[in-house]
């Protein structure tokens, strides 16, 4: 059977829909017909609620979700149903105060909010699958169910509890066999880490060395995908056959690997949370680090990272209504920006769009985070809005049948390269007083941002997705690797070969520095790849204020900040250098052909406009529908066996007038553009078209 059928079509909206929650819970018809005059066809349910299942210790409450699951497949409304795990009851945690997350520090995570428990104990697994069982053993075969959400958001702690301990002894051992190759591959006979044991290896509260924080991470997020992957097990067995399994990634998560969890799935879903108002004007620089995109290219890239965790279409089953967080983050969307929002999510691969959620809650720890309606329970604006949203997307659902998004440049993501960092920042935070452990999706995040600011199409691949490099090239005309400092010599010699055999290759700071065991390597770097681009360095430095960036001419055309690797050119081309005293020396930019294709090597994190610029230079013109991209606007393209489809936006309060370098037309209202033509984008305004 097809577990994806649902999907095949154009997109979908969708809403988590907590019945349970309001204080009428007899307004379900009034609410699921909101709901259908809406186009909204997918609801997300039950997955918070464990103590309302099972409200004492095997009592079972199961039949309450029955009347909701009833009446929304008669409204023709797809309902995801949630294993209740991540949100356990009181009498479970004042029963089994054992079960608790053991921090670093010692200390038991107290019970009171979510996400408490140790979810690889197996007596929490035994409650864990009962419950499981009794819920999607209920429902799970209903007409209405087409898929289930296994957990919500897990990775939030990394685990400390002595079992974890044993557990993660056994992990390295198998994976080193003996003590000697470990104290070899580590580095231990530093500040006499040396053992003769298994069981002297110490607990990661006191760790010092960074292979022993690589290989814990790794083995903390392996945690996370094997609980996902088990309740898979359990579950596959209590559906329908055509009934997909997805869980909800928070793409944040200090014990997430993305990918590895997305390999436990049939589709991948996710946050996809942003900041709206001013924070959507794309000339704007938001702070990132946070778990909301706070400017417009960190959520182009938070999409098209959510679809490189299966390397295909996605949902995004959590995005914002009318505000999102805590009452002081309250942006309520300007008009316009909820359809912006949408769109953009759609154009980088997600077939549904769901709220997060139907209605604003009246108690509890998120009464401020706003849903489509509000404390009054009445449509509103966003609610019409979204409607309308709706209707666009019934309107073009023929057209984006199976279309995927394209991609100009490819973005390489490390899990390993972003641990290291975090353990090792190479970048200061904000004050400067200590290392910023954001580093790596500062540096990748940069880089990015210059693709999306010269108006390229960006597709996230992960480092363990990289293919061959003949792959690899077909895929990716250009290919973008920044801050890969945890590389083993097989990643490196794809993309020197990558290289060779024609793409464009563009390597940003530390990348090559360091090997697969979070070790430094005692070569030249970057390692591998610095022959092939005809560049090294011995030197590299941590910046105290920014310094200014020069043509050879020896005019200052920008400035770098945060960190200089100080690149040597011995055969390739110094395109841009620095005016300093002692960085002087060094190159900024290099460039060199090698084989078919050639090698950028940008030594720091640049300025905004330098950065695009250099990106722009080796990507070359755009292929974008527009004969000139004023600056406020994208253009993303989705292509499958109707044609293409452009998505274009104007991320501005201002409007923007654009001429079409081919014939489109509007999917939305059928209006034709021949060549040629000047359209006017208005304020916060986003167009579809087909090419004709």
């Given at each position: 059977?097809?577990?994806?059928?649902?999907?095949?079509?154009?997109?979908?909206?969708?809403?988590?829909?907590?019945?349970?929650?309001?204080?009428?819970?007899?307004?379900?018809?009034?609410?699921?017909?909101?709901?259908?005059?809406?186009?909204?066809?997918?609801?997300?349910?039950?997955?918070?609620?464990?103590?309302?299942?099972?409200?004492?210790?095997?009592?079972?409450?199961?039949?309450?979700?029955?009347?909701?699951?009833?009446?929304?497949?008669?409204?023709?409304?797809?309902?995801?149903?949630?294993?209740?795990?991540?949100?356990?009851?009181?009498?479970?945690?004042?029963?089994?105060?054992?079960?608790?997350?053991?921090?670093?520090?010692?200390?038991?995570?107290?019970?009171?909010?979510?996400?408490?428990?140790?979810?690889?104990?197996?007596?929490?697994?035994?409650?864990?699958?009962?419950?499981?069982?009794?819920?999607?053993?209920?429902?799970?075969?209903?007409?209405?169910?087409?898929?289930?959400?296994?957990?919500?958001?897990?990775?939030?702690?990394?685990?400390?509890?002595?079992?974890?301990?044993?557990?993660?002894?056994?992990?390295?051992?198998?994976?080193?066999?003996?003590?000697?190759?470990?104290?070899?591959?580590?580095?231990?006979?530093?500040?006499?880490?040396?053992?003769?044991?298994?069981?002297?290896?110490?607990?990661?509260?006191?760790?010092?060395?960074?292979?022993?924080?690589?290989?814990?991470?790794?083995?903390?997020?392996?945690?996370?995908?094997?609980?996902?992957?088990?309740?898979?097990?359990?579950?596959?067995?209590?559906?329908?056959?055509?009934?997909?399994?997805?869980?909800?990634?928070?793409?944040?998560?200090?014990?997430?690997?993305?990918?590895?969890?997305?390999?436990?799935?049939?589709?991948?879903?996710?946050?996809?949370?942003?900041?709206?108002?001013?924070?959507?004007?794309?000339?704007?620089?938001?702070?990132?680090?946070?778990?909301?995109?706070?400017?417009?290219?960190?959520?182009?890239?938070?999409?098209?990272?959510?679809?490189?965790?299966?390397?295909?279409?996605?949902l995004v089953t959590e995005t914002g209504a009318a505000?999102?967080?805590?009452?002081?983050?309250?942006?309520?969307?300007?008009?316009?920006?909820?359809?912006?929002?949408?769109?953009?999510?759609?154009?980088?691969?997600?077939?549904?769009?769901?709220?997060?959620?139907?209605?604003?809650?009246?108690?509890?720890?998120?009464?401020?985070?706003?849903?489509?309606?509000?404390?009054?329970?009445?449509?509103?604006?966003?609610?019409?809005?979204?409607?309308?949203?709706?209707?666009?997307?019934?309107?073009?659902?023929?057209?984006?049948?199976?279309?995927?998004?394209?991609?100009?440049?490819?973005?390489?993501?490390?899990?390993?390269?972003?641990?290291?960092?975090?353990?090792?920042?190479?970048?200061?935070?904000?004050?400067?007083?200590?290392?910023?452990?954001?580093?790596?999706?500062?540096?990748?995040?940069?880089?990015?941002?210059?693709?999306?600011?010269?108006?390229?199409?960006?597709?996230?691949?992960?480092?363990?997705?990289?293919?061959?490099?003949?792959?690899?090239?077909?895929?990716?005309?250009?290919?973008?690797?920044?801050?890969?400092?945890?590389?083993?010599?097989?990643?490196?010699?794809?993309?020197?070969?990558?290289?060779?055999?024609?793409?464009?290759?563009?390597?940003?700071?530390?990348?090559?520095?360091?090997?697969?065991?979070?070790?430094?390597?005692?070569?030249?770097?970057?390692?591998?790849?610095?022959?092939?681009?005809?560049?090294?360095?011995?030197?590299?430095?941590?910046?105290?204020?920014?310094?200014?960036?020069?043509?050879?001419?020896?005019?200052?055309?920008?400035?770098?900040?945060?960190?200089?690797?100080?690149?040597?050119?011995?055969?390739?081309?110094?395109?841009?250098?620095?005016?300093?005293?002692?960085?002087?020396?060094?190159?900024?930019?290099?460039?060199?052909?090698?084989?078919?294709?050639?090698?950028?090597?940008?030594?720091?994190?640049?300025?905004?406009?330098?950065?695009?610029?250099?990106?722009?230079?080796?990507?070359?013109?755009?292929?974008?529908?527009?004969?000139?991209?004023?600056?406020?606007?994208?253009?993303?393209s989705l292509s499958g066996p109707q044609g293409r489809?452009?998505?274009?936006?104007?991320?501005?309060?201002?409007?923007?007038?654009?001429?079409v370098g081919r014939d489109v037309a509007s999917l939305?209202?059928?209006?034709?553009?021949?060549?040629?033509?000047?359209?006017?984008?208005?304020?916060?305004?986003?167009?579809?078209?087909?090419?004709?």
């Amino acid at each position: 059977m097809d577990r994806l059928k649902a999907w095949r079509g154009g997109p979908r909206l969708g809403a988590a829909y907590y019945n349970e929650y309001l204080p009428d819970p007899g307004r379900l018809e009034t609410d699921l017909g909101l709901m259908a005059e809406a186009g909204i066809t997918v609801i997300r349910v039950g997955e918070s609620v464990w103590s309302t299942w099972e409200p004492r210790d095997g009592e079972f409450d199961l039949d309450w979700l029955t009347p909701i699951l009833d009446a929304a497949h008669r409204r023709g409304i797809g309902v995801i149903l949630g294993t209740p795990t991540y949100a356990v009851p009181p009498w479970l945690a004042r029963r089994h105060p054992e079960l608790a997350v053991v921090r670093r520090d010692g200390s038991p995570v107290p019970w009171g909010g979510r996400q408490e428990v140790d979810y690889t104990s197996d007596l929490f697994r035994r409650y864990a699958e009962r419950v499981i069982r009794a819920v999607i053993g209920r429902h799970g075969r209903h007409p209405a169910v087409i898929g289930v959400q296994l957990d919500n958001e897990a990775g939030l702690h990394l685990i400390h509890t002595d079992h974890v301990m044993r557990r993660f002894r056994d992990w390295v051992a198998d994976r080193y066999g003996d003590v000697e190759t470990l104290n070899r591959e580590w580095g231990l006979v530093y500040w006499s880490h040396r053992i003769a044991e298994w069981d002297e290896l110490w607990a990661p509260a006191g760790n010092t060395t960074p292979a022993y924080d690589l290989a814990w991470r790794r083995f903390q997020a392996e945690l996370t995908a094997d609980f996902i992957g088990w309740q898979a097990g359990i579950v596959h067995e209590l559906v329908a056959a055509d009934a997909f399994l997805t869980t909800c990634i928070a793409y944040g998560r200090p014990a997430m690997d993305d990918v590895a969890v997305g390999a436990r799935l049939d589709i991948a879903s996710g946050n996809a949370y942003y900041l709206a108002q001013d924070a959507l004007d794309l000339e704007r620089d938001g702070d990132g680090g946070q778990w909301y995109a706070d400017d417009v290219p960190q959520f182009v890239l938070m999409a098209d990272r959510m679809r490189a965790t299966r390397q295909a279409p996605f949902l995004v089953t959590e995005t914002g209504a009318a505000s999102i967080g805590p009452a002081w983050l309250t942006r309520p969307p300007y008009d316009g920006q909820l359809a912006q929002a949408a769109w953009l999510l759609v154009a980088r691969g997600a077939r549904l769009v769901s709220y997060w959620h139907w209605h604003t809650l009246h108690s509890g720890h998120e009464v401020h985070w706003g849903g489509i309606l509000g404390h009054d329970l009445a449509p509103g604006r966003v609610y019409d809005e979204i409607a309308a949203i709706g209707r666009q997307f019934a309107a073009v659902g023929e057209a984006l049948r199976d279309a995927e998004p394209d991609a100009e440049v490819g973005l390489v993501y490390a899990h390993d390269s972003e641990w290291a960092m975090a353990f090792e920042p190479p970048l200061a935070a904000p004050g400067g007083v200590d290392g910023d452990r954001g580093s790596y999706a500062r540096i990748v995040g940069a880089f990015g941002r210059a693709a999306v600011d010269a108006g390229l199409q960006v597709g996230f691949v992960n480092e363990r997705q990289l293919p061959e490099a003949v792959e690899l090239m077909r895929r990716y005309p250009v290919l973008i690797v920044a801050g890969l400092v945890a590389a083993s010599d097989p990643t490196l010699e794809t993309l020197a070969e990558y290289a060779r055999l024609g793409g464009r290759l563009v390597l940003g700071p530390r990348t090559g520095y360091g090997d697969d065991e979070g070790r430094m390597r005692a070569a030249l770097a970057p390692a591998v790849v610095g022959a092939a681009a005809g560049v090294g360095y011995r030197e590299f430095a941590a910046l105290a204020a920014p310094v200014e960036v020069v043509s050879p001419s020896g005019e200052v055309v920008g400035s770098a900040h945060g960190w200089i690797d100080g690149l040597e050119a011995a055969d390739a081309e110094t395109l841009l250098g620095y005016r300093h005293e002692l960085f002087g020396r060094w190159a900024a930019v290099t460039q060199h052909a090698v084989g078919g294709g050639e090698i950028t090597v940008i030594g720091s994190i640049l300025d905004r406009t330098t950065l695009a610029s250099v990106i722009a230079s080796v990507a070359g013109p755009a292929s974008g529908p527009l004969v000139a991209r004023p600056g406020s606007v994208t253009a993303h393209s989705l292509s499958g066996p109707q044609g293409r489809v452009w998505v274009v936006h104007n991320w501005s309060p201002e409007a923007r007038t654009v001429q079409v370098g081919r014939d489109v037309a509007s999917l939305i209202d059928d209006a034709r553009h021949d060549v040629g033509a000047d359209i006017v984008l208005g304020a916060w305004d986003v167009r579809v078209w087909r090419e004709v």
